[in-house]
C-alpha cells in the first residue's frame, strides 16, 4: 500500500525540535492539539486521520483503550523536550476522528495530564470536538468537570436526506437535547458545525438547516463548503457519476446566505468559516494557528512517539 504520510522530515524520535521553533515561546500564545483518531464510520467525503475500530486491532497505542495513555507519555515527552521553556497552556484542542469515542474519563486524563505538565492559563480555552451520537449527560458532566469548557458538535445538516449522502449516522432530532444536556453540564461555550454544498442539497434544504442550528443557540457556528477530497468514497461517487459535483455558483450562494442568516441571528464572522457571539465566543485555538502562535500537536504516528510541531504555523 502506498504511504499516506505527508511529504518531509519525519518527527524525531526523542521529539526534539529546530531552535527556531521555540525561540519566541512565552511571548504569545501557546496551544495543544491532541488528535483522537477514531470515529464509528467513516464519513464518505473526510479525509482526515481517522480510523474505525476493525481498521486498527489492538496494537499498543492504536486501540482506544490504550490511546490515552499514549497521548499522556506524548505530552510528558513534550514537556521533557521544551524544559525550562515550557509555559502554561492558552489553548487545548480535542481534534478527530471523533475524540468523544474515547471514555470522557480518557479525554480527562489527558487535560490533567496537560494540567500536571505544562498548567492551563487561568481563562484557558479547552475545546473537545464531539460527534452527537457519541455523548450522554453523564459524559458531558465528567467532561465538564474534568477541565473542558468548549465543546464542537458536528450538526452538518438539519435534513436526513443530506445527512444521508454525507453517510452521517446521527438522528437530527437528537441535537436540541444534546445542546441541553451540554448546557446542563455546564458549556457555556458550544459550537455546532455545519457543511453545505452537497450533492443533491438544495438552497432551502441549506435554509433550513442553518435555521435549525440557529434554534439551537450555539456561541458559535462553522460552515464549511463541502471539499470533495481525494481518495474519498465522495470522490469516487462524482467520479462515477453516481452524484453531481458541488457547484461553485450554488456554494457561492450558500456562502451568502449562512453570513446573512448568521448575521441577523447575532453571529459576528471572524475567520473564513467560522462566526461567533462576540468575540469572547471566538475560537482562540483555531485564530492562533492563523496568527502564527506556538502549539504542540499530538497525533498517532508510525514512531513509538508522535508527530510533532511547535512554533508559528
Ligand atoms: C473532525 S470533524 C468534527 C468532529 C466529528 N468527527 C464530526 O464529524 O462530527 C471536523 C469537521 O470538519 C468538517 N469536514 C470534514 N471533512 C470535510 C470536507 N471534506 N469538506 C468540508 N468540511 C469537512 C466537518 O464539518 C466536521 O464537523
Ligand atoms: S467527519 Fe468526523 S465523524 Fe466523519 S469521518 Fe470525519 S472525523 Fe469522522
Known amino acids: 500500500m502506498p504511504s499516506t504520510l505527508p511529504e ?3 518527527a524525531p524520535r526523542d521529539g526534539a525540535l529546530p531552535p527556531d521553533a521555540v525561540a519566541a515561546l512565552g511571548t504569545r500564545s501557546f496551544g ?3 488528535h483522537v483518531p477514531f470515529c464509528a464510520v467513516r464519513c464518505g467525503y473526510c479525509d482526515f486521520n481517522t480510523y474505525t475500530a476493525l481498521e486498527l486491532g489492538n496494537a499498543p497505542g492504536a486501540s482506544r483503550d490504550t490511546y490515552a495513555e499514549a497521548a499522556v507519555a506524548e505530552i510528558a515527552l513534550a514537556r521533557e523536550v521544551l ?3 515550557a509555559v502554561p497552556l492558552d489553548t487545548v484542542f480535542f481534534g478527530g476522528g471523533t475524540p468523544t469515542l474515547l471514555p470522557a474519563a480518557d479525554l480527562v486524563s489527558i487535560v490533567a495530564a496537560l494540567r500536571r505538565e505544562f498548567g492551563l492559563s487561568p481563562d484557558a480555552e479547552v475545546t473537545t470536538e464531539a460527534n452527537p451520537d457519541s455523548v ?4 458531558l458532566e465528567t467532561l465538564r468537570a474534568g477541565g473542558i469548557n468548549r465543546i464542537s458538535f458536528g450538526m452538518q445538516s438539519s435534513v436526513p436526506s443530506v445527512l444521508a449522502t454525507l453517510d452521517r449516522t446521527h438522528d437530527p432530532a437528537r441535537f436540541p437535547s444534546v445542546v441541553r444536556w451540554a448546557r446542563s453540564a455546564g458549556f457555556d461555550q458550544v459550537s455546532l458545525d455545519l457543511i453545505y454544498g452537497t450533492p443533491g442539497e438544495s438552497l432551502d434544504d441549506w435554509h433550513a438547516s442553518v435555521n435549525a442550528a440557529v434554534a439551537l443557540e450555539p456561541d458559535h457556528v462553522s460552515a464549511y463548503a463541502l471539499i470533495v477530497e481525494q481518495g474519498t468514497a465522495l470522490a469516487r461517487r462524482i467520479a462515477r457519476g453516481d452524484l453531481p459535483a458541488p457547484d461553485d455558483d450554488d456554494v457561492a450562494d450558500k ?3 449562512v453570513d446573512d442568516s448568521l448575521a441577523a441571528a447575532g453571529y459576528e464572522w471572524y475567520e473564513v468559516s467560522n462566526w461567533a457571539r462576540g468575540e469572547r465566543s471566538t475560537c482562540r485555538h483555531n485564530l492562533g494557528y492563523w496568527q502564527g502562535s506556538d502549539w504542540w500537536g ?9 508527530a510533532v510541531c511547535a512554533g508559528g504555523t
Not at 450522554?136 to 459524559?139: E, L, W
Not at 499530538?298 to 512517539?305: E, G, K, R, V
Open 255 to 257: 456562502y451568502e446566505l
Open 83 to 85: 524544559g525550562e521553556r
Open 8 to 10: 518531509g522530515q519525519a
Open 32 to 34: 495543544c492539539y491532541v
Open 136 to 139: 450522554t449527560p453523564a459524559d
Open 298 to 306: 499530538s497525533d498517532p504516528a508510525p514512531t513509538p512517539t508522535s
